[in-house]
Every structure is written in C-alpha cells, then in structure tokens.
C-alpha cells in the first residue's frame, strides 16, 4: 500500500474529527448504538480525497455485528452531515 500524502493525512484527520462529533453529539437514534461508546480511530482518504473509509471500535458489545450494522445503515445520515460541515 502506498503511503499517504500529507493532503491525504489532514483530510482524513479532519473527517475523524467531524464523525467522532456526530457520533458524540447524538444524532444516531438507532437502538443498537445507544448507550455504546464508539472511538472513531482513523480515516483514511483516497487520494482524489472523494472517498473515505472510517475505523470505528465499540466497547462493551453484546452483540459486534448488530452495531456494525446500525453504523452501515447510519452511514448516508453521516455523509450528509459532514456535506454540511
């Protein structure tokens, strides 16, 4: 894997950031995800900086795959919350 360009490394800083406030602001309703501490560790961008993948990790999980799911299903919401920041 090539590395990344600074440009590729503050972007993805700045997209951690902003998730991790939208994950921590509350705006997520689904079931799954209340009550579940979630860290947002790192946020790779492509290097055309139009696409990127966030690493999340969760604690005290009862259930991994069903929190996994609810952040998938969550991810158009977190999109267009970060159009608008």
Do not use: Y
């Not at 509350?26 to 995800?33: E, F, M, Q, T, V």
């Not at 900086?49 to 952040?71: C, G, H, I, Q, W």
């Amino acid at each position: 894997m090539k590395a990344q360009s600074q440009r590729q490394l503050r972007a993805g800083e700045l997209v951690r950031r902003a998730v991790s406030d939208i994950l921590r602001e509350g705006h997520l309703r689904d079931p799954a995800l209340s009550g579940v501490p979630i860290t947002v560790s790192e946020a790779r961008v492509s290097p055309d900086l139009k696409n990127a993948t966030v690493f999340v990790s969760a604690m005290n999980m009862k259930d991994p795959a069903r929190v996994a799911e609810a952040l998938n299903k969550a991810s158009g919401f977190v999109q267009k919350e970060l159009g608008r920041q």
